[in-house]
């Protein structure tokens, strides 16, 4: 049975991740960029331009060849410092590190991808379209054990030995979720301070809705909307009633 997906007063997110990719745009620069920024207006502040270094390594026989590939990576701040555009010339990522009503989130979604791509016209399609969620959830007590607002399924691993040995238990499972959608799920006690002990109580819930192949760009509000409702129902399926009152359930609903 699907659970019903709920609104609640009170959320775990430390991030929320709206990311599209497309085939490579070299006319993505410092002067279109700043022309975008323009364009989106007085709720973005400042561009940025941040030189990220790689290595590619090439095997040819017995050899190993390896060089050097620098890559740019542009990033435009909101006014508010709440969320961020972040630009290559193969992707657009929209981050927010505050979540708001999921209404009040596609606006800002919606205008910036429309944006981007009334300024990159030759963009013809998305390689790859993704929304990722990620919940920290980090109880006050753990008298009666993660299982008390996890579902018990996602932490019975940490049954395996005693928790103040483990270090780390960080799981991935992958669900197709209908033909076109896939869900990379991420779930677990990440540990921040690894390889130290365990200092606080943290489970990640980390779920990233995404299609990875060729979509149209009309599609885009269509398909983060469903994405939305596909990360709801794991989400839901991954919690205890317990969680729920602590999150405090308004009502059930779609935002």
């Given at each position: ?24 745009n ?38 190993l ?9 542009w ?7 709440k ?14 590190i505050?979540?708001?009503k ?8 919606d ?57 780390r ?19 677990g006690?990440?540990n ?26 009309d599609?885009?509000s ?34």
């Amino acid at each position: 049975m699907t659970p019903e997906k709920k609104k609640y007063r009170n959320n775990y997110l430390s991030r929320v991740i709206c990311q599209i990719k497309f085939a490579k745009n070299t006319s993505i620069n410092d002067k279109s960029l700043d022309d975008y920024l323009k364009a989106l207006g007085d709720e973005y502040s400042e561009l940025a331009n941040v030189k990220q270094q790689g290595i590619i390594i090439e095997s040819s026989g017995s050899d190993l060849k390896t060089q050097t590939e620098n890559t740019d990576l542009w990033e435009i701040q909101s006014s508010d410092k709440k969320h961020a555009i972040t630009i290559t010339q193969e992707s657009l990522a929209i981050t927010f590190i505050e979540y708001i009503k999921f209404r009040d989130y596609m606006v800002i979604v919606d205008k910036a991808v429309k944006l981007f791509l009334e300024k990159f016209e030759d963009i013809e399609g998305f390689q790859r379209i993704g929304l990722r969620y990620i919940n920290q959830v980090t109880p006050d007590s753990l008298e009666e054990g993660w299982s008390h607002y996890i579902n018990p399924k996602l932490t019975a691993m940490l049954d395996f030995v005693e928790l103040d040995k483990t270090r780390r238990s960080m799981h991935t499972t992958v669900i197709q979720h209908d033909e076109d959608t896939k869900v990379s799920f991420n779930f677990g006690i990440f540990n921040e301070f690894f390889p130290a002990p365990i200092k606080k109580n943290e489970f990640i819930l980390d779920l990233d809705a995404f299609i990875d192949s060729t979509t149209e760009l009309d599609k885009f509000s269509e398909i983060i909307e469903k994405f939305n409702a596909c990360i709801a129902i794991y989400f839901e399926q991954s919690i205890t009633d317990e969680l729920r009152n602590k999150m405090g359930v308004i009502e059930d609903g779609t935002d």
